[in-house]
């Protein structure tokens, strides 16, 4: 799969994953992947990436993200979800900083 539309993919399940578990302590990074998306074709793979890699910030940023849920299996579904997202999108964006 082509670089950048393995980042358009991954984007989009991080945010899936995130407007279904995320609180309002995600605002920020779901308002920031539905803009990348949304306007996925008018950047180029570098400022795509560029633009993902702010979603790794400290304290509170994608990096610190999990979900608790009372049943164990469901909370390591959910999170095995989102650390796989997670850990392609890191793998993408890295070298950016």
Do not use: C, H
Not at 73 to 97: G, T
């Amino acid at each position: 799969m082509e670089q950048k539309e393995k980042l358009k993919t991954t984007l989009i399940e991080l945010n899936t994953q995130l407007k279904l578990y995320g609180s309002s302590t995600m605002y920020n990074q779901i308002s920031i992947l539905s803009r990348l998306i949304d306007d996925f074709n008018d950047y180029s793979i570098d400022e795509a990436k560029e633009v993902a890699s702010s979603l790794f910030t400290p304290k509170s940023g994608l990096s610190e993200f999990n979900v608790w849920e009372d049943d164990y299996d469901k909370r390591m579904e959910i999170n095995s979800k989102i650390d796989k997202a997670r850990s392609e999108l890191w793998e993408l964006v890295k070298d950016v900083r």
